[in-house]
């Protein structure tokens, strides 16, 4: 027998092909032998393939024993169900019968199955991570081949689960990811207590294990309870557990989800920047959810709340796609004119006709003109829904700026204008005089501008006659001509109408005299009456028009805050026009008579437009954009958050189209940027004068005049009153990196970014803020700003010529504020050795392509060594001592000599045992020897490299050692990327929406340089 069954397991490791043949065989063999001899024997040759197999043939084998029990197994269960049916065949059978039978039925587990699963239980703690492996997986495949309804017993059941949550703890990732799947089977979803589901959920989220995320994913019963935590996972570093965190998704419907969080996923899955997972997201959860909805489109927008959706426009074209076209037009269900019944339009069935034209207009096939009407028909169509949407919103009293549902219905109208072919001629002047019209409207809201504009730059492509008309219907709205009456008075009255008496009896006289003239034949007479007749005639009706009230046409200015509002938003898209490239005197005078004087109304959204407005207009002529930064640095100190944002982008973009030369600012550092060194008191005062540190002005106030003569009179040299001004501006907005929360620090961040990448400043100080902003432990959880600094510190050492210059004079000062910040300090918590990591890491050799053959290290070591000198037996000495160990140093003969001779200062100096140490360890360096345990090596270029290579991309480097740990202390198996997963989860760099375009950050930018035109964040 023993022959026979390792026979059988020796064919059953080269191919699973002959499984099903060798099965029954092996069968055949357990029936007819003796049951403790077959399965010592089974069990023999099993361990050994667990322990000294080869990977395919072992798992073969693993396979085929699984099957094995799967058989014996089900057998049982088959003769249950037999048995089962025939007594439920017997209606004779009273109540006591009947559970009997049942009890009988609930046979235990087959004895051979139980057996090996108890051989298998013991030995599971075993030395070789390979075998503990295979001990899971076969577990793992037994019970997966019993069956849906077999039954296991309980003292076997109990014995699983601690062997396997044990198993969970295992420091290999390919053992607990077997556990995990052998676990499935055993978990109960619906219990938030149960030990198997808290200890998925555990491991979901923060074992250090991709493998094992992935699989609890592919395990984990879906429930109110897990969901959350599957939700969180689309967020995961690792490609494969996003996706499959998508596909675990993709089984649950889209109701057990809330909006906000059907946003998330699809704003996620589709972004995101691996094709593998937005594969999945587009071909498996998209088509779940859209049959979860019947198939229909309505209903599917409906579940997004498509009026406030951000991404259902992709979602519902990838759905587009995986549809036919026929069956999308039939769908769309219009009448014989090619319409939507105005009864029938809905926010849904709006949104699906614009999006269905757009996409087949993209297929260039064609067949979107089978959904669009003539253009004159939809023209009507419009206005007879803007009447009817009128009536419905006359019901509710509501400002320009609100918005209700009927305003999506048009907005979406209006963008399928720009499906339309505009060559019909009476189309287009239709259409032209339909936009006019809803601009001039008190209805059109302040959302719809913007598509209106944008629809009248196609239909008047000529620059100067969109202007002249678009400024005419400023001025009708903002002027309009209205009727002057003005009444007579009362004296004057009575005398006209005493004339008005006589010439009415005259005209009474003369009509009879003429009657009787003309019956008597005297034609002569008559025709002199008739004369007489019509002067009394028109000098009557001469004094009927001047006895009434005066009536004229003036015009009559509305200082009504959504009038002005809504003329400021047509200036303001009009200007974002990129066919407006220069200021005609039209636009000059609308700029001086219009958009200036708005400013004065104290209302916050007509002044935020107004702002808007100032800024396109200097972006397009310099000597404007010298008075307007004076306005926005008054605006700077609002106290309304909108207006200040306005205010700090419109400085930004200045800059960055002007440079600071043209603002007469220094682009020297000096103190420019220590804040500190500035009270705030003073410097508020400096910056509500006319503020000469921004432009030189002429004369306009006679009090200014005497107090700039005072200042000029008490300081002789007139460059160093002019330098201490130029720095207010710059010294404002670093200020906000002290003092500024939330979308505000976000803005002078990015804005400050962009300065340095573009090189319109290179300030060393302003970089040191910025890398002490990243690692400061206030701002830990803004992860918004962590992206901003993480992409910029990015590309900024990379890109940028003179980054590696900057990063090197900043590296001491920044290094020197965490080592002295006091106790009560945020930077009192963040590790010194993890902020010189970072600078070492981004001034390496071969970083930037600017200067790819210059070590900044050799000159930073002279530096700290320097540092090292003066500190004497400080107490930061030993903390300079360790940097040197950090750095990659290229030595020739002459900077080996110093520093060997700076070494031999600073270990007679040293204070401890664990300064001199490093300093030996640095020797050996310079030596050629490095230490044993030291990681770098000696190059044979003669590069010394003391520390490891750190991915620029890392973006959990700023997070403190004293912070940061591993989940799995004791798995020597996790990656040093994988045993961080916790730490960066949030921060993956290139996640979909966390990181904004240039234009989102600070508006539109112009191109100034090649410099200027690379995006920051792209």
Same mark, same amino acid.
């Given at each position: 027998?023993?022959?026979?069954?390792?026979?059988?397991?020796?064919?059953?490791?080269?191919?699973?092909?002959?499984?099903?043949?060798?099965?029954?065989?092996?069968?055949? +063999?357990?029936?007819?032998?003796?049951?403790?001899? !077959?399965?010592?024997?089974?069990?023999?040759?099993?361990?050994?393939?667990?322990?000294?197999?080869?990977?395919?043939?072992?798992?073969?084998?693993?396979?085929?024993?699984?099957?094995?029990?799967?058989?014996?197994?089900?057998?049982?269960?088959?003769?249950?169900?037999?048995?089962?049916?025939?007594?439920?065949?017997?209606?004779?059978?009273?109540?006591?019968?009947?559970?009997?039978?049942?009890?009988?039925?609930?046979?235990?587990?087959? /004895?051979?199955?139980?057996?090996?699963?108890?051989?298998?239980? $013991?030995?599971?703690?075993?030395?070789?991570?390979?075998?503990?492996?295979?001990?899971?997986?076969?577990?793992?495949?037994?019970?997966?081949?019993?069956?849906?309804?077999?039954?296991?017993?309980?003292?076997?059941?109990?014995?699983?689960?601690?062997?396997?949550?044990?198993?969970?703890?295992?420091?290999?990732?390919?053992?607990?990811?077997?556990?995990?799947?052998?676990?499935?089977?055993?978990?109960?979803?619906?219990?938030?207590?149960?030990?198997?589901?808290?200890?998925?959920?555990?491991?979901?989220?923060?074992? /250090?294990?991709?493998?094992?995320?992935?699989?609890?994913?592919?395990?984990?019963?879906?429930?109110?309870?897990?969901?959350?935590?599957?939700?969180?996972?689309?967020?995961?570093?690792?490609?494969?557990?996003?996706?499959?965190?998508?596909?675990?998704?993709? $089984?649950?419907?889209?109701?057990?989800?809330?909006?906000? =969080?059907?946003?998330?996923?699809?704003?996620?899955?589709?972004?995101?920047?691996?094709?593998?997972?937005?594969?999945?997201?587009?071909?498996?959860?998209?088509?779940?959810?859209?049959?979860?909805?019947?198939?229909?489109?309505?209903?599917?927008?409906?579940?997004?709340?498509?009026?406030? *959706?951000?991404?259902?426009?992709?979602?519902?074209?990838?759905?587009?796609? #995986?549809?036919?076209?026929?069956?999308?037009?039939?769908?769309?269900?219009?009448?014989?004119?090619?319409?939507?019944?105005?009864?029938?339009?809905?926010?849904?069935?709006?949104?699906?006709?614009?999006?269905?034209?757009?996409?087949?207009?993209?297929?260039?096939?064609?067949?979107?003109?089978?959904?669009?009407?003539?253009?004159?028909?939809? @023209?009507?169509?419009?206005?007879? =829904?803007?009447?009817?949407?009128?009536?419905?919103?006359?019901?509710? $009293?509501?400002?320009?700026?609100?918005?209700?549902?009927?305003?999506?219905?048009?907005?979406?109208?209006? #963008?399928?204008?720009?499906?339309?072919?505009?060559?019909?001629?009476?189309?287009?002047?239709?259409?032209?005089?339909?936009?006019?019209?809803?601009?001039?409207?008190?209805?059109?809201?302040?959302?719809?501008?913007?598509?209106?504009?944008?629809?009248?730059?196609?239909?008047?492509?000529?620059?100067?006659?969109?202007?002249?008309?678009?400024?005419?219907?400023?001025?009708?709205?903002?002027?309009?001509?209205?009727?002057?009456?003005?009444?007579?008075?009362?004296?004057?009255?009575?005398?006209?109408?005493?004339?008005?008496?006589?010439?009415?009896?005259?005209?009474?006289?003369?009509?009879?005299?003429?009657?009787?003239?003309?019956?008597?034949?005297?034609?002569?007479?008559?025709?002199?009456?008739?004369?007489?007749?019509?002067?009394?005639?028109?000098?009557?009706?001469?004094?009927?028009?001047?006895?009434?009230?005066?009536?004229?046409?003036?015009?009559?200015?509305?200082?009504?805050?959504?009038?002005?509002?809504?003329?400021?938003?047509?200036?303001?898209?009009?200007?974002?026009?990129?066919?407006?490239?220069?200021?005609?005197?039209?636009?000059?005078?609308?700029?001086?008579?219009?958009?200036?004087?708005?400013?004065?109304?104290?209302?916050?959204?007509?002044?935020?437009?107004?702002?808007?407005?100032?800024?396109?207009? *200097?972006?397009?002529?310099?000597?404007?954009?010298?008075?307007?930064?004076?306005?926005?640095?008054?605006?700077?100190?609002?106290?309304?958050?909108?207006?200040?944002?306005?205010?700090?982008?419109?400085? !930004?973009?200045?800059?960055?189209?002007?440079?600071?030369?043209?603002?007469?600012?220094?682009?020297?550092?000096?103190?420019? +940027?220590?804040?500190?060194?500035?009270?705030?008191?003073?410097?508020?005062?400096? +910056?509500?004068?006319?503020?000469?540190?921004?432009?030189?002005?002429?004369?306009?106030?006679?009090?200014?005049?005497?107090?700039?003569?005072?200042?000029?009179?008490?300081?002789?040299?007139?460059?160093?009153?002019?330098?201490?001004?130029?720095?207010?501006?710059?010294?404002?907005?670093?200020?906000?990196?002290?003092?500024?929360?939330?979308?505000?620090?976000?803005?002078?961040?990015?804005?400050?970014?962009?300065?340095?990448?573009?090189?319109?400043?290179?300030?060393?100080?302003?970089?040191?803020?910025?890398?002490?902003?990243?690692?400061?432990?206030?701002?830990?959880?803004?992860?918004?700003?962590?992206?901003?600094?993480?992409?910029?510190?990015?590309?900024?050492?990379?890109?940028?010529?003179?980054?590696?210059?900057?990063?090197?004079?900043?590296?001491?000062?920044?290094?020197?504020?965490? +080592?002295?910040? /006091?106790?009560?300090?945020?930077?009192?918590?963040?590790?010194?050795?993890?902020?010189?990591?970072?600078?070492?890491?981004?001034?390496?050799?071969?970083?930037?392509?600017?200067?790819?053959?210059?070590?900044?290290?050799?000159?930073?070591?002279?530096?700290? @060594?320097?540092?090292?000198?003066?500190?004497?037996?400080?107490?930061?000495?030993?903390?300079?001592?360790?940097?040197?160990?950090?750095?990659?140093?290229?030595?020739?003969?002459?900077?080996?000599?110093?520093?060997?001779?700076?070494?031999?200062?600073?270990?007679?100096?040293?204070?401890?045992?664990? *300064?001199?140490?490093?300093?030996?360890? !640095?020797?050996?360096?310079?030596?050629?020897?490095?230490?044993?345990?030291?990681?770098?090596?000696?190059?044979?270029?003669?590069?010394?490299?003391?520390?490891?290579?750190?991915?620029?991309?890392?973006?959990?480097?700023?997070?403190?050692?004293?912070?940061?740990?591993?989940?799995?202390?004791?798995?020597?198996?996790?990656?040093?990327?994988?045993?961080?997963?916790?730490?960066?989860?949030?921060?993956?760099?290139?996640?979909?929406?966390?990181?904004?375009?240039?234009?989102?950050?600070?508006?539109?930018?112009?191109?100034?340089?090649?410099?200027? *035109?690379?995006?920051? !964040?792209?």
């Amino acid at each position: 027998m023993n022959v026979t069954v390792e026979n059988i397991f020796d064919k059953a490791q080269l191919s699973t092909l002959s499984h099903n043949k060798l099965l029954q065989r092996l069968v055949d +063999l357990h029936e007819k032998s003796n049951p403790q001899e !077959f399965q010592k024997r089974f069990v023999l040759c099993l361990k050994y393939a667990i322990a000294n197999g080869e990977k395919g043939p072992a798992v073969r084998i693993l396979d085929f024993v699984s099957k094995f029990c799967g058989k014996l197994e089900g057998s049982k269960t088959l003769n249950g169900k037999v048995n089962k049916q025939n007594d439920d065949n017997d209606d004779k059978k009273d109540d006591d019968e009947e559970e009997e039978e049942e009890n009988e039925d609930e046979e235990p587990m087959n /004895p051979f199955v139980s057996d090996l699963l108890k051989e298998l239980l $013991k030995v599971h703690g075993c030395k070789s991570s390979s075998s503990r492996m295979r001990i899971c997986y076969c577990i793992k495949r037994i019970l997966q081949c019993l069956g849906p309804e077999a039954s296991i017993d309980s003292d076997i059941c109990e014995e699983i689960y601690a062997a396997m949550l044990e198993r969970l703890k295992d420091r290999s990732p390919s053992v607990r990811a077997q556990a995990v799947t052998a676990l499935e089977r055993l978990q109960d979803p619906s219990d938030p207590d149960c030990p198997v589901v808290k200890a998925f959920l555990f491991h979901m989220s923060m074992d /250090p294990s991709a493998e094992v995320r992935r699989a609890v994913l592919l395990c984990l019963g879906r429930s109110k309870y897990s969901l959350p935590y599957i939700r969180n996972r689309i967020q995961d570093v690792k490609d494969s557990v996003r996706k499959q965190a998508y596909v675990s998704l993709s $089984k649950v419907t889209i109701r057990s989800h809330s909006i906000k =969080n059907r946003e998330l996923i699809l704003s996620q899955g589709l972004k995101d920047r691996n094709d593998s997972v937005r594969d999945s997201v587009e071909k498996v959860l998209l088509p779940n959810w859209f049959e979860n909805c019947q198939g229909n489109f309505v209903d599917f927008l409906h579940s997004l709340d498509v009026e406030n *959706s951000e991404i259902a426009e992709k979602a519902i074209k990838v759905i587009f796609r #995986q549809q036919s076209k026929e069956k999308l037009i039939k769908n769309l269900d219009l009448d014989s004119e090619k319409l939507i019944p105005s009864e029938m339009l809905t926010i849904e069935l709006s949104f699906v006709w614009r999006c269905l034209a757009e996409f087949l207009q993209s297929e260039e096939d064609g067949q979107w003109e089978l959904i669009l009407p003539e253009l004159s028909l939809f @023209c009507e169509y419009v206005k007879r =829904n803007l009447d009817r949407l009128k009536e419905i919103n006359k019901l509710e $009293k509501l400002e320009p700026w609100d918005h209700t549902p009927n305003d999506f219905i048009i907005l979406q109208l209006l #963008q399928l204008m720009k499906v339309f072919d505009l060559g019909d001629e009476a189309g287009r002047e239709k259409l032209k005089q339909l936009l006019i019209d809803m601009l001039m409207s008190s209805d059109t809201r302040l959302k719809l501008i913007p598509t209106i504009i944008d629809v009248l730059v196609k239909v008047v492509p000529d620059v100067a006659a969109r202007l002249q008309l678009i400024a005419e219907t400023i001025s009708e709205i903002h002027d309009p001509l209205v009727e002057d009456v003005e009444d007579i008075p009362a004296d004057q009255k009575r005398e006209l109408d005493y004339k008005l008496a006589q010439l009415r009896l005259q005209r009474n006289i003369l009509e009879e005299d003429l009657e009787k003239a003309v019956e008597e034949k005297r034609y002569l007479a008559a025709e002199d009456l008739k004369n007489d007749l019509a002067k009394i005639t028109e000098e009557l009706q001469l004094l009927s028009v001047s006895s009434g009230s005066k009536e004229s046409l003036v015009k009559h200015q509305k200082d009504d805050p959504g009038i002005i509002s809504k003329c400021l938003t047509i200036v303001f898209e009009m200007m974002q026009s990129p066919t407006v490239k220069e200021l005609n005197p039209q636009l000059r005078s609308l700029l001086d008579n219009f958009v200036k004087n708005s400013l004065k109304i104290e209302h916050a959204v007509v002044q935020v437009i107004a702002l808007q407005c100032l800024a396109v207009f *200097s972006l397009l002529d310099e000597s404007i954009a010298k008075e307007v930064i004076v306005i926005f640095c008054l605006y700077l100190g609002s106290t309304c958050d909108e207006i200040a944002q306005v205010a700090v982008k419109g400085i !930004f973009d200045l800059l960055l189209k002007y440079g600071l030369k043209t603002f007469a600012i220094r682009e020297e550092d000096g103190d420019i +940027l220590d804040v500190t060194a500035t009270p705030r008191k003073k410097l508020k005062k400096n +910056l509500m004068r006319k503020s000469t540190f921004i432009i030189e002005e002429s004369d306009d106030n006679e009090s200014d005049d005497d107090e700039s003569e005072a200042e000029t009179a008490s300081n002789k040299n007139d460059s160093k009153e002019i330098e201490t001004k130029e720095y207010h501006l710059l010294a404002l907005l670093t200020k906000h990196l002290d003092s500024a929360e939330g979308q505000m620090l976000c803005f002078v961040v990015q804005g400050l970014c962009k300065l340095l990448l573009a090189m319109r400043i290179s300030s060393p100080k302003l970089l040191s803020r910025l890398i002490l902003l990243w690692y400061n432990p206030v701002y830990e959880d803004d992860a918004h700003l962590h992206q901003i600094l993480g992409q910029f510190f990015k590309i900024y050492a990379t890109s940028c010529p003179v980054s590696q210059e900057t990063l090197e004079q900043c590296f001491v000062p920044t290094i020197n504020t965490v +080592l002295n910040a /006091p106790a009560s300090s945020p930077l009192y918590q963040v590790d010194v050795d993890t902020v010189a990591k970072f600078l070492l890491d981004l001034t390496k050799s071969g970083v930037n392509r600017y200067s790819a053959e210059v070590n900044i290290h050799n000159n930073l070591a002279l530096q700290v @060594c320097n540092e090292a000198l003066k500190e004497n037996y400080g107490p930061n000495e030993h903390e300079w001592i360790n940097l040197l160990c950090l750095m990659e140093l290229v030595l020739d003969d002459d900077l080996k000599k110093n520093l060997q001779k700076m070494a031999d200062k600073i270990k007679r100096n040293c204070p401890d045992r664990a *300064s001199i140490r490093a300093i030996q360890k !640095f020797q050996n360096i310079l030596k050629g020897k490095p230490d044993r345990r030291h990681r770098g090596s000696e190059s044979t270029t003669g590069e010394v490299t003391a520390s490891e290579n750190m991915d620029l991309t890392q973006t959990d480097s700023r997070l403190s050692a004293k912070r940061g740990s591993s989940f799995l202390g004791s798995d020597g198996g996790s990656t040093g990327s994988e045993a961080s997963f916790n730490r960066n989860k949030a921060l993956r760099t290139g996640s979909s929406s966390m990181i904004p375009s240039s234009s989102e950050l600070i508006g539109v930018i112009p191109e100034t340089s090649e410099s200027d *035109s690379d995006s920051v !964040f792209e």
